[in-house]
């Protein structure tokens, strides 16, 4: 089964990936839903924890707090996009796909430096709705906000201990 297979490689590959969602907490905080090993290792917590955490706590100061949430802010508004596209601008331009050097904290308050993160909007979207429709119709249901994020997910490429 394709999708067994894909979570499985997600879950065993060196890359941190992690997903946090706007759904469980009533103020809309964002809470970690899934970390793979490397994540969890890196920002070290154990699953059970991990699963509970508002996502806000991988920064340390007030003002990555801020910093953070006009990441995940940029990211969640540029998916609905669909005026002033630049000439030339796909929609992987409309990821946050690149963004170096973010410094996060681990639960052990030692910092970290990522490099390479991609982060994206997570939708709920059927299967039924994937296989009715071309991915340029669901892509338009979203710019017009008709199918809305339900999360974000990251993936990094590079991890490094400053502490």
């Not at 796909?90 to 991609?118: F, P, T």
Request: glycine share 6%; proline share 2%; with cysteine.
């Amino acid at each position: 089964d394709l999708l067994l297979h894909l979570a499985t490689v997600c879950a065993r590959t060196n890359l941190p990936i992690a997903s946090h969602d706007f759904l469980r907490d009533p103020t809309g905080d964002a809470i970690y839903n899934y970390g793979n090993l490397a994540f969890l290792h890196g920002f070290g917590y154990g699953w059970d924890e991990f699963v509970q955490l508002p996502s806000r706590y991988s920064v340390a100061s007030d003002e990555e707090v801020k910093e953070r949430q006009r990441l995940l802010d940029a990211v969640k508004s540029n998916a609905m996009k669909s005026e002033g596209k630049e000439e030339g601008e796909d929609d992987e331009d409309l990821l946050a796909s690149g963004y170096d050097n973010l410094i996060r904290v681990r639960k052990d308050e030692r910092r970290i430096l990522l490099r390479g993160v991609n982060l994206w909007n997570v939708y709920d979207i059927d299967l039924e709705d994937i296989e009715e429709n071309s991915i340029l119709i669901i892509k338009k249901k979203i710019e017009k906000g008709e199918i809305k994020a339900i999360g974000q997910a990251v993936w990094i490429r590079d991890v490094e201990y400053l502490d």
